[in-house]
């Protein structure tokens, strides 16, 4: 593969997509990017989609053996073969994630002069490390946890600021529901993903009517999973503080009535 021209691995990648091989259009795609060529939208696309899908089955895996093991804990020997496996696939997975982040410091972000292609970068970054600290545990979990938040904000901040990303511009609100999405999921506070989420949500139903037609379907898909995630999270809300009165409730009812005075 090294003796090909990037001219040669970009086609060759292309082909390798189409056949759904993706494990070598990644391969690939790194060579590329290592090679030094010219930036353009679609080397950064094709980059961004052989690590995706690489990445998305690997944690999908990882989510399956999960389960797995909750089925298991009956059988001690499965379930030490089950988070064995794990294990293998966290391994995998945070090889590809360290590599993607390398290639991004090194060859992307600091090369990169367009604010719309250093917003996806930087939300790229954001999302691997994210990555990361969802498979972390311990010393490094805390370690790590609150990087991401780090770079989506940085990434968010960029696309505001900028003319060409108004609020309901596709990529200002993925940065901004990956970035709520990991308040819920990595860092556990529910309040503050709802509240960004919220916030975006409603700045950009201000000025849907403003959007051209040919994104519009864009911007509308990812407003509505922004639109579920905070349904969910506000039932998730509901049923906690619905338990939390029944058990208090409860614990009222076993607790001693005092005698009516006489």
Not at 89 to 102: F, G, M, S
Not at 245 to 251: M, S
Request: with cysteine; net charge positive; proline share 3%.
């Amino acid at each position: 593969m090294s003796t090909r021209s990037s001219e040669e691995l970009i086609e060759m990648a292309k082909l390798a997509e189409q056949c759904e091989r993706y494990e070598e259009m990644r391969a690939m795609m790194k060579q590329v990017i290592e090679n030094g060529v010219e930036l353009t939208t679609e080397i950064i696309t094709m980059l961004s989609i052989s690590y995706r899908r690489k990445s998305t089955a690997l944690r999908k895996s990882r989510n399956k053996i999960i389960a797995i093991e909750k089925k298991t804990r009956k059988s001690e020997h499965k379930l030490i073969l089950a988070m064995q496996y794990r294990e293998e696939i966290q391994a995998e997975l945070h090889k590809i994630c360290n590599e993607v982040i390398l290639l991004l410091d090194k060859y992307l972000i600091p090369k990169i002069v367009d604010m719309e292609s250093k917003v996806m970068l930087l939300k790229m970054k954001a999302d691997y490390s994210c990555y990361l600290a969802e498979i972390a545990t311990g010393d490094e979990k805390k370690n790590i946890k609150y990087y991401p938040g780090q770079v989506y904000k940085k990434g968010y901040e960029m696309a505001v600021s900028s003319a060409k990303m108004p609020p309901t511009h596709p990529l200002r609100l993925a940065i901004a529901l990956n970035w709520s999405t990991y308040y819920y999921s990595v860092l556990g506070n529910r309040k503050k993903a709802q509240l960004l989420a919220q916030r975006v949500l409603d700045d950009a139903t201000l000025e849907l009517h403003k959007v051209p037609k040919n994104v519009v379907q864009k911007t509308i898909d990812v407003m509505k999973i922004i639109w579920d995630n905070i349904v969910i999270w506000d039932k998730q809300a509901n049923r906690g503080a619905s338990l939390e009165h029944k058990n208090a409730d409860l614990l009222q009812q076993g607790e001693p009535q005092p005698s009516a005075e006489k």
